[in-house]
């Protein structure tokens, strides 16, 4: 008796996970392939189109260059700098402003 109702739970969680697993995958796909998506490039403003030769395709293809260009320098914008020092380098301005305080004070 212990060993089929053992048996029904191993199933029915067998079967849960099958029914949840290849949601969950339709999802994360749905939401990689949204990132990767072209939104914004000359791809996307081409696209379609019979013919480039006009000067409005043109205008449209030299903005959206000039909107990956501007993204690419934000990107690179948020950077933040990296600051090297080290401890002795600390140790030695606080013994400076230390020898400093103290002259003043006798002073």
């Known amino acids: 008796m212990a060993f089929i109702r053992?048996?029904?739970i191993f199933?029915?969680?067998r079967?849960?996970?099958a029914t949840i697993l290849p949601r969950e995958l339709r999802e994360k796909d749905r939401l990689l392939h949204?990132?990767?998506e072209r939104k914004t490039s000359k791809r996307v403003v081409i696209e379609g189109r019979v013919t480039l030769?006009?000067?409005s395709i043109l205008r449209e293809v030299e903005k959206a260059a000039k909107v990956v260009k501007g993204k690419k320098a934000e990107k690179s914008k948020e950077k933040a700098p990296i600051i090297l020092s080290s401890l002795k380098d600390e140790e030695k301005d606080s013994k400076n402003e230390l020898l400093q305080s103290d002259s003043k004070n006798r002073r």
């Open 53 to 55: 030769s006009g000067d």
């Open 34 to 36: 949204a990132r990767n």
């Open 6 to 8: 053992e048996l029904l």
């Open 11 to 13: 199933a029915e969680e």
């Open 15 to 17: 079967n849960t996970e």
